[in-house]
């Protein structure tokens, strides 16, 4: 069907309250990432899930981001007290399979710009 | 760090001219691709050239890639006001699968 999709579109939080970030995938993607990008720079990686279980979270900068997924469907990337640092645009993306040595393209969301004040 | 680095950082030509932009990288890779970004949201796949391949067309995109000498780059011909975006490159290391992306070449076409 549509898209990736992502909410909320923006979000305006104080520092050291919580944020909840969600992304739904293309119905049928099995692999789901997610990135960070602060303004004017390119595009971090954070963590990625095959179906419901992460493989690789080596890109969270922090114990204070955590991410789960539901089964191969909707996702939610969390930050626990909110730091200025953590203020960007999230972005996440999925594809059909597991990315057998990145052959899968990846379909992106229109992210989650988020400003900790 | 990222693996790639595009050049130059911005790019500002008329409507009808080419546009070329350059990304180097340092590791092996197993490919490399290009994505659109418009208004810092969500990014658009352009192309993907294999390490096995030297250069690959779509439309109007040529994208060439050196392994030699760990570079790439995108040429857009005939550009548009409406190919006013940011582009990174981003690629996949031999002994993975996550993709690295540069910082990016923002192109602005004049109308």
């Known amino acids: 069907g549509a898209g990736v999709s992502q909410s909320p579109s923006n979000k305006v939080t104080e520092k050291g309250k919580d944020v909840e970030l969600r992304c739904d995938p293309i119905s049928g993607h099995t692999a789901l990432y997610w990135y960070r990008q602060r303004l004017g720079q390119g595009l971090e990686f954070l963590i990625y899930f095959q179906g419901n279980s992460a493989p690789d979270k080596s890109g969270l900068p922090s114990d204070r981001f955590s991410a789960e997924r539901t089964g191969e469907s909707v996702s939610t990337l969390t930050i626990q007290r909110t730091q200025q640092e953590d203020s960007a645009v999230y972005l996440c993306a999925s594809s059909r399979a597991y990315p057998r040595q990145g052959q899968e393209t990846q379909y992106f969301g229109p992210g989650t710009r988020l400003l900790v004040l | ?111």
Not at chain 2, 51 to 68: A, F, I, M, P, Q
């Open chain 2, 1 to 111: 760090s990222q693996q790639g680095e595009e050049d130059p950082q911005a790019l500002s030509i008329q409507e009808g001219e080419n546009a070329t932009m350059n990304c180097s990288y340092k590791t092996s890779i197993n490919n490399l691709q290009w994505y659109r970004q418009n208004s810092g949201r969500g990014l658009v796949h352009l192309i993907l050239i294999r390490s096995n391949e030297r250069e690959k067309h779509s439309g109007r995109l040529r994208v060439t890639l050196d392994t030699s000498k760990k570079s790439s780059s995108l040429l857009i011909t005939a550009s548009r006001a409406a190919d006013t975006a940011s582009y990174f490159c981003a690629t996949v290391e031999t002994s993975g699968s996550r993709l690295t992306f540069g910082e990016g070449t923002q192109l602005t076409v004049n109308p």
